[in-house]
């Protein structure tokens, strides 16, 4: 078995950081720097669905958890 020692193991071990890095950034970053066109194809595929209809449970769609009430949100 082969140790790699000085340069060699550095260059390896920036090889693997680097290989994840590019397999993360289309996954994770990219989307999260620029979610509008995300946004548009959520819309495209939602056109026609009314959330209230499909919601399990005939429970409400999404209210504040909190209970904050609507002039301290606008503030």
Known sequence: MVLL???KYAAMVSS?????GLAIYPIIVSPMMNPEPY????????????????Q?????????????????VEK
Request: overall charge positive; aromatic content about 8%; hydrophobic content about 30%.
């Open 39 to 54: 946004k548009q194809q959520q819309s495209i595929n939602r056109r026609g669905i009314k959330q209230e209809e499909v």
């Open 56 to 72: 399990p449970g005939n429970m409400k769609v999404w209210s504040d958890p909190f209970g904050r009430p609507k002039e301290a």
């Open 16 to 20: 693997v950081i680097g290989v994840i």
């Open 5 to 7: 020692k000085g340069w």
